[in-house]
């Protein structure tokens, strides 16, 4: 997994590549949960992902309902098939709906009605935090 992250006063948005695996869920989990301790309170995960494992979906419940309680939330791009029928199949569309995306332009619209400022996307500063390798895959 490749992980990259862009922040904006209280929203972050992480673009995931390549496997998820339970090593990189774990990374993952730890990556926003220092995001969450330092203020980041709205996440959008996008997910150019070929394998999502039950760790990472794990990882994405587990936020989801954390900043709910906090007035936040997490939304998800998902612009793979992949990952639209992995949710669908395992009845997570429903868990996450409406903040389930095809683009991120689509996020963009999606998150400005709900009064959360999303920079324009070609002015976000990406930085890698993680490149790792599964030793599940």
């Known amino acids: 997994m490749n992980l990259h992250v862009s922040r904006v006063g209280h929203l972050a948005i992480l673009l995931a590549e390549g496997r998820i695996g339970w090593d990189s869920s774990r990374l993952m989990d730890s990556r926003v949960r220092t995001l969450v301790q330092d203020g980041v309170?709205?996440?959008?995960?996008?997910?150019?992902?070929?394998?999502?494992?039950?760790?990472?979906i794990g990882?994405?419940?587990?936020?989801?309902?954390?900043?709910?309680?906090?007035?936040?939330?997490?939304?998800?791009?998902?612009?793979?098939?992949?990952?639209?029928?992995?949710?669908?199949?395992?009845?997570?569309?429903?868990?996450?709906?409406?903040?389930?995306?095809?683009?991120?332009e689509e996020m963009r619209i999606g998150l400005s009605h709900r009064d959360i400022d999303v920079?324009?996307?070609?002015?976000?500063?990406?930085?890698?935090?993680?490149?790792?390798?599964?030793?599940d895959e």
């Open 41 to 56: 309170n709205h996440i959008v995960f996008q997910l150019e992902v070929d394998f999502l494992s039950s760790g990472a």
């Open 59 to 104: 990882v994405l419940v587990y936020y989801l309902r954390n900043l709910q309680k906090s007035q936040g939330d997490i939304y998800l791009v998902a612009s793979k098939p992949y990952v639209r029928e992995l949710l669908q199949s395992i009845g997570f569309l429903k868990v996450f709906e409406g903040k389930v995306f095809r683009t991120m």
């Open 119 to 135: 920079p324009d996307l070609a002015t976000l500063n990406f930085v890698t935090v993680e490149s790792t390798f599964d030793s």
